[in-house]
Nanobody, 123 residues
Framework: VQLQASGGGLVQAGGSLRLSCTAS???????MGWFRQAPGKEREFVAT????????YYADSVKARFTISKDNAKNTVYLQMNSLKPEDTAVYYC??????????????????WGQGTLVTVSS
């Protein structure tokens, strides 16, 4: 199973982008997450969603601006990003794993990663 992320690009501050992440097959994962890594910085958690529903969590830095959603039939998770800021510039990675709630916001909760898609927000 592979994860394919898409939807990144260049946008002006205040604009919007929607990222998609599709799994090439059924996974045994419990959570799908989005992380990002800016140049010279560590990978950081952005948002996570449980495949079975009932749990969504966001990093404080994106809360109220980003929305994570899923389409189980398509094995796809989306990240709608609104009101983008220059500090949102990063490579965004989707990930799948058998995380539990306590590990769903950390990379160690995920064992399958997509290739990353670059989001650049200009000021």
């Amino acid at each position: 199973v592979q994860l394919q992320a898409s939807g990144g690009g260049l946008v002006q501050a205040g604009g919007s982008l929607r990222l998609s992440c599709t799994a090439s097959g059924r996974t045994a994962s419990t959570y799908m997450g989005w992380f990002r890594q800016a140049p010279g910085k560590e990978r950081e958690f952005v948002a996570t969603i449980r495949w079975s529903g009932g749990h969504i969590y966001y990093a404080d830095s994106v809360k109220a601006r980003f929305t994570i959603s899923k389409d189980n039939a398509k094995n796809t998770v989306y990240l709608q990003m609104n009101s983008l800021k220059p500090e949102d510039t990063a490579v965004y990675y989707c990930a799948a794993g058998r995380a539990v709630m306590s590990t769903s916001t950390t990379p160690r909760g995920y064992d399958l990663w997509g290739q990353g898609t670059l989001v650049t927000v200009s000021s």
